[in-house]
């Protein structure tokens, strides 16, 4: 059950303060720092929640989940993927999601490309990046990524706007920040190399959004701090 908006309207509004804190600390101006509110495993009301708070758009991890959520609310916010996409689901995601950041095969961007083409849209998308190099996480090898950039580049229905991350589960805080701060050094590189300005760096999650906001993280993608643990 998602908290009744009362309550969610607390922990955003603690979510936002931490974030602000974060910006203060790292001299960012708190501005700089969008909060994504993510919703999957939640019910259309916690869509609703965000919405009424004023945040712009939410993140689900399955294509059908999303859509079948979508299609229960008329709540104003766009939707973006973020969790891993298979290509035979990559039609449907293009068709619902405003934006797509788990894109990391150079056949994944291919078919998006093609069905933004014939759904006459164009599409924008991240680089998913396995910045933590996790054999458990998916993302184009840090090695990788600017091959793949330069593929994304070159389909003209897609608009990479930036790169993503997840840092690996570990007790170790530092782990995260090491991820957050290459994925911020892979930007920084792949940014120089082609002329693509890569402005949004989504990264970090309920637990480690002060990190990646002190590496330079665009956009946060919290769930559980927002409408509390997931069934
Ligand atoms: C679930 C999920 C999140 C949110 O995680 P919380 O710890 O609940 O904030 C962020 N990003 C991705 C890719 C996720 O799958």
């Known amino acids: 059950?998602?908290?009744?908006?009362?309550?969610?309207?607390?922990?955003?509004?603690?979510?936002r303060a931490r974030?602000?804190?974060?910006c203060?600390?790292?001299?960012?101006?708190g501005g700089e720092v969008e909060l994504l509110a993510v919703t999957?495993?939640?019910?259309?009301?916690a869509v609703e929640m965000?919405?009424?708070?004023?945040?712009?758009?939410?993140?689900?991890?399955?294509v059908q989940e999303g859509i079948e959520k979508r299609a229960q609310t008329a709540a104003p916010v766009a939707w973006e993927l973020i969790g891993h996409l298979q290509s035979n689901k990559a039609r449907l995601a293009v068709r619902h999601y405003e934006r797509i950041?788990?894109?990391?095969?150079?056949?994944l961007l291919e078919i998006l490309d093609r069905a933004a083409e014939e759904q006459g849209k164009s599409q924008a998308v991240l680089l998913q990046v396995n910045a933590g190099l996790d054999p458990a996480k998916s993302g184009v090898e840090p090695d990788g990524a600017e091959r793949l950039l330069e593929v994304a580049l070159g389909r003209k229905n897609l608009r990479v706007?930036?790169?993503?991350?997840?840092?690996?589960?570990?007790?170790?805080?530092?782990?995260?920040?090491?991820?957050?701060?290459?994925?911020?050094?892979?930007?920084d590189r792949l940014a120089s190399a082609t002329g693509a300005r890569l402005r949004e760096l989504s990264m970090g999650m309920s637990g480690?959004?002060?990190?990646?906001?002190?590496?330079?993280?665009?956009?946060v993608r919290v769930g559980t701090a927002l409408f509390g643990e997931r069934a």
């Open 161 to 187: 706007e930036g790169l993503m991350a997840i840092a690996p589960l570990s007790p170790d805080p530092a782990v995260a920040r090491r991820t957050f701060a290459r994925l911020r050094e892979i930007r």
């Open 50 to 62: 965000a919405a009424r708070y004023g945040l712009r758009a939410v993140g689900e991890n399955r």
């Open 1 to 15: 059950m998602p908290p009744d908006y009362e309550e969610f309207k607390r922990r955003a509004d603690a979510v």
């Open 208 to 219: 480690d959004l002060e990190a990646a906001i002190a590496e330079g993280s665009t956009l």
């Open 19 to 22: 974030i602000a804190e974060a």
């Open 101 to 107: 950041q788990s894109v990391d095969s150079a056949r």
């Open 40 to 45: 999957k495993s939640q019910p259309a009301a």
């Open 24 to 29: 203060a600390r790292a001299g960012r101006n």
